[in-house]
């Protein structure tokens, strides 16, 4: 037995993660240690959990793997804590196709109840019928009790309370207004002085959660046993992939990029390659010389808001296009594509920027803002899941005209083309889509 429970928001931008946050870090405050996940695909969200709660979160996303594989997920990384926070994606029943993908059946899936946050700068005891119809709308999803943000004082938190009280809920607390409680926008790389916002906002967040939240409470009604039911066959697929993932029982060399540019990876992802590899960090922004590696990763991240930088390792970017043309395996995610790229230009009119020039592409910024959603890649080779969230555009034309490239076609959730391929050079593999490998085969690309 131990607490575990669902964050979720009643509509998105209800303040689940500043909550989120400030619990994770007055129970580490307390002595506790939490494992965090987080409901999605998201990056930002784990990296923030991380900082406020001192142990890497894990992501668990019904799009990417079945129901065995993420109950195993979450037994695993959850066995050694003593507390398991989930924080939702979006709002509580928002799914890819109605509730297929959303928070309130991550719920059920891992068997926990839901704290349900409420945004309640523009109202008072009028929440009460929406708060009924969480209770009621799916009874199998356990909402326990609701925490409010935005609350402007003891008064309107009293109406709140009675709203809580009419529609069956229990009222754990609130998070007053304060307009100095924002976290960095989400365009942002995690340089030293986010980081210490973040550490500040964590903070505060943490001062008011002590002072209007009832923390044991929580606790006490959070309390489940544990491990969670397993869905039959009890084995995971994980277990019964790790064997077959590598032709050769000799460990590979396995160079991983992770710095402020490069950092959006799966904590299971990074698990699967140690289970088969040897890995080695190193930093793309201040390395002269690639390691010595048989398959180098770049996952995801924001080059982009390095790309002077990134285009001054002149020594490292040429390195990198003889090790692809000399057949070294590579695989790239996100925004990591544009590393590969012969150019990347970050504002209308400006320097193009050259990079390691492995690609025939050019990338730029997008101007829409941000691209996202689910993908899938069905290839012979290989079939994997994944996330698409990309603030860059890129000119494929030079592609059609290059023999030596092929592509995949990477759909959405509904089966159409997203025009942004998986693209294939030697044994280069890159894309913008983040590919979900736990609980599959992501060396059989090389196949």
Known sequence: MKPQFLIGGATSGSGKTIF?????????????KVQ???????????????ISSGTDSVNLDSWFAGRTHLQYVYNKYGEKADVCMIEGNS????????????????????SVPVILVVNARS???????????????????????????????????SYLKDACNDAGLSCLGY???????????????????????????????????????????IMKMGMRIF?????????SDVEETDTNIINSDKKIKIAVAKDSAFNFMYKENLDKLSSVGNIAFFSPLFAKELPEADLIYFPGGFPELFARQLYRRKEFLHHLNEFANSGGKILAEGGAVALLAQTITVRDGGTPYEMSGILPIHCFMNKGGVVSGYRLLSDKSARLKGYESRYLSVDND???????????????????DTGTPLYRYKNVVAGFTHLYWGDSDILSLWN
Do not use: W
Not at 37 to 49: A, E, I, Q, R, S
Not at 403 to 415: C, F, K, M, P, Y
């Open 123 to 157: 109202a008072a005891y009028s929440v009460a019928p929406m708060l009924y119809g969480y209770r009621h709308f799916r009874p199998k999803v356990k909402v326990i009790g609701v925490v409010f943000t935005q609350v402007s004082s003891p008064t309107h938190f």
């Open 398 to 416: 030079g592609v059609k005209d290059n023999s030596g490239i092929s592509t995949i076609i990477i759909e959405n959730t509904r089966g159409v």
């Open 175 to 217: 998070i007053p207004f304060d307009d100095n409680l924002k976290l960095p926008q989400r365009h942002t790389a995690i340089t030293l002085s986010v980081r210490s916002e973040i550490e500040e906002v964590a903070e505060k967040a943490s001062a008011y959660v002590e002072q209007n939240v009832d923390i044991e409470r």
């Open 20 to 32: 989120a946050l400030g619990l994770l870090r007055a129970l580490r405050n307390r002595g506790f």
């Open 227 to 235: 491990p969670c039911e397993y869905t039959l066959p009890y084995t």
């Open 36 to 50: 965090p996940f987080k409901c999605g695909p998201g990056f930002m969200d784990p990296l923030l959990h991380t």
């Open 91 to 110: 709002a509580l029943f928002d799914g890819y196709r109605r509730m297929q993908g959303s928070s309130a059946e991550m719920s059920q899936l891992v």
